[in-house]
């Protein structure tokens, strides 16, 4: 069962967040952000969630302020960007998120917003949030490379001040971005970055009957995938802690 938290935002406003928790002992902290399309209580976003802090990772997610008041066309990029902000800032405030390795991402659009955060840091550059100190990595499910049809609009100019490791989930056929078109940029990045492609996978990991894939088996691939790839990513920066310095 998540727990329901509230948020406060700027002048007044608040959203809802959710906390998955795991059965025992966490592996890290992942916050993931929804997309365009639906909220923090959407199928995908509840189930990956829960599916996530049953494999030893606790999850946040949460609802952009658009969403949280029943809309559908997104806020602009600073208000998300500063929604975000607030949600991680409330993770390194408590005593038990902010004591894991953190690692924040999302669906789609929340995942392009997590991009723009890990390569800016914060809106105030005169100080270090407490977030940042406890980042490890990325976590991306459809990335949004480019808007449908559209090849030629890719949002990359920010991509190259990422310091953190990527992972990205990608469907092989995902209209907003190939996993051929993403390699051309993100394989020339100075933060490592993976790559899991999703065989037979649109924007939103889904695969056709044809395909013979089993879509419940599919999730728990990728599930398994972001666990094993968080923890060996834990396990990398700790080895590199207890190195010696020269």
């Known amino acids: 069962m998540a727990e329901s938290r509230r948020i406060e935002l700027d002048r007044g406003a608040a959203i809802t967040a959710l ?27 509840t189930g990956f969630a829960a599916a996530l802090a049953a494999r030893s ?25 500063s929604c975000y902000r607030a949600v991680l800032a409330h993770v390194a405030a408590d005593r038990g998120l902010g004591a894991v390795p953190l690692f924040i991402g999302g669906k789609s659009l929340g995942g392009r917003i ?32 480019h808007p449908p049809g559209k ?17 990205i989930v990608q469907g092989a056929k995902d209209a907003f971005g190939t996993p051929p078109e993403l390699r051309l940029f993100f394989d020339v990045l100075p933060a490592r970055t993976d790559l899991y492609v999703v065989e037979h996978g649109n924007h939103a990991l889904e695969v056709p009957k044809r395909s013979g894939l089993v879509q419940a088996e599919v999730f728990g691939q990728v599930q398994d995938r972001i666990v094993a790839w968080i923890t060996k990513t834990v396990a990398s920066a700790t080895h590199a802690d207890q190195l010696p310095r020269l």
């Open 19 to 45: 906390r998955y928790a795991p059965p025992g002992p966490a592996t890290a902290a992942l916050v993931l952000a929804h997309g365009a399309g639906a909220g923090q209580s959407s199928d995908f976003m």
């Open 151 to 167: 090849p030629q609009q890719v949002r990359v100019a920010h991509l190259p001040q990422i310091a953190h490791p990527i992972l």
């Open 57 to 81: 990772l606790e999850v946040v997610t949460f609802n952009f302020p658009f969403t949280e008041r029943g809309k559908k066309l997104p806020d602009p990029q600073p208000v998300l960007e």
């Open 114 to 145: 997590a991009s723009h955060l890990a390569a800016s840091r914060d809106a105030d550059e005169s100080a270090t949030p407490a977030w940042w100190d406890q980042l490890h990595g990325l976590v991306f499910l459809g990335y949004p490379l």
